[in-house]
């Protein structure tokens, strides 16, 4: 079956733009997370979506990161006026439900370079 | 409040054993360990959820150690498929879903 896709895979911008990174989960999954991981660093939380809750914010690093999920479905995060600071491996993962018993699937992720 | 790895990076034989180490500073409910080749996403290897507990995977196995707020990755005999960057994960608490991921520790497994 499909995993985790994540568009665009590369994406390239210049300092002071806006971007936008997507998110496809593997259907069914009702919990979404994304991560940042800057090169050769560990992976950082950003936000949380679990069903209809309330996203879990407490990662986001400036007001510039947004991030919204569609339907329980497709998630977007925004990049507001991206700064060179941005610049990582944008990380997307799933799960059937919550992570106490359950392994998340990693997309292969959107390199974001910011010039 | 990020878990800290130890050894940061390991050098092996194929063949030979592995130990991986996790502490936190705070209270864990489950640790998770996950893999992460070079250039590659990070894959699932395991969760803990109970104090004590070990789970095993082929020759890769880990215990967690609640009270200790430590959980260790064992891998056994080693094989060049497991080079790559290892992490712990750690959830706080049964009321968050939010994971933490761990400084990880690069291994390198050569012929």
């Known amino acids: 079956g499909a995993g985790v896709s994540q568009s665009p895979s590369n994406k390239v911008t210049e300092k002071g733009k806006d971007v936008e990174l997507r998110c496809d989960p593997i259907?069914?999954?009702?919990?979404l997370y994304w991560y940042r991981q800057s090169l050769g660093q560990g992976l950082e939380f950003l936000i949380y979506?679990?069903?209809?809750?309330?996203?879990?914010k407490s990662g986001l690093p400036s007001d510039r990161f947004s991030a919204e999920r569609t339907g329980g479905s497709v998630s977007t995060l925004t990049i507001q006026r991206t700064q060179q600071e941005d610049s990582a491996v944008y990380l997307c993962?799933?799960?059937?439900?919550?992570?106490?018993?359950?392994?998340?699937?990693f997309g292969p992720g959107t390199r974001l370079t910011v010039l | 409040q990020q878990p800290v790895q130890s050894p940061q990076a390991v050098i092996l034989r194929e063949g030979e054993d592995a130990v991986i180490n996790c502490s936190s500073s705070?209270?864990?409910?489950?640790v998770h360990w996950y893999r992460q080749k070079h250039g590659e996403a990070p894959v699932f290897l395991m969760i803990?959820?109970?104090?004590?507990e070990q789970k095993g995977h082929e020759k890769i196995s880990a215990s967690f150690n609640e009270k200790k707020q430590q959980s260790s990755l064992y891998l056994t005999a080693s094989q060049l498929s497991y080079s790559g960057t290892y992490f712990c994960?750690?959830?706080?608490?049964?009321?968050?879903?939010?994971?933490?991921f761990g400084t990880g520790t690069r291994l390198q497994v050569f012929p």
């Open positions: 993962a799933s799960s059937p439900q919550g992570p106490s018993y359950n392994e998340q699937f």
């Open positions: 259907s069914g999954h009702t919990a």
């Open positions: 994960v750690s959830q706080p608490s049964r009321n968050t879903d939010k994971l933490i």
């Open positions: 803990l959820l109970k104090g004590g």
């Open positions: 705070k209270a864990l409910y489950s």
């Open positions: 979506f679990q069903g209809n809750s309330a996203p879990d």
